[in-house]
Nanobody, 119 residues
Framework: VQLQASGGGLVQAGGSLRLSCVASGSIDSIKVMAWYRQAPGNQRELVAIITSGGKPTYADIVKGRFTISRDNAKNTVDLQMNSLKPEDTAVYYC??????????????WGQGTQVTVSS
């Protein structure tokens, strides 16, 4: 399973960005999809996660500003980020928990996309 993320960039504080991620490969089923982020010097942290049934969960620091959504038919997950703050600056990673053909349940990671919010 491969994850390809896109949509990062540079934005001013208060602005918006939309991240997208598509999963491809020998996928049987994707249970959860999520976005994590990692700022320099910090550990990778969960931003938002969504189940196959569409139930989202958010980190407290992004609640009310970020929205995660997924399209099960297309194996995609998006993250709409509004009211961005400089502290949202990080590399954002797409993650999926999935069963692939001939393999047990595993966690897969995308390559990361940089989000920079200027003050």
């Amino acid at each position: 399973v491969q994850l390809q993320a896109s949509g990062g960039g540079l934005v001013q504080a208060g602005g918006s960005l939309r991240l997208s991620c598509v999963a491809s490969g020998s996928i049987d089923s994707i249970k959860v999809m999520a976005w994590y982020r990692q700022a320099p010097g910090n550990q990778r942290e969960l931003v938002a996660i969504i189940t196959s049934g569409g139930k989202p969960t958010y980190a407290d620091i992004v609640k009310g500003r970020f929205t995660i959504s997924r399209d099960n038919a297309k194996n995609t997950v998006d993250l709409q980020m509004n009211s961005l703050k400089p502290e949202d600056t990080a590399v954002y990673y797409c993650n999926a928990g999935a069963w692939s053909r001939g393999s047990s349940y595993k966690s897969y990671w995308g390559q990361g996309t940089q989000v920079t919010v200027s003050s």
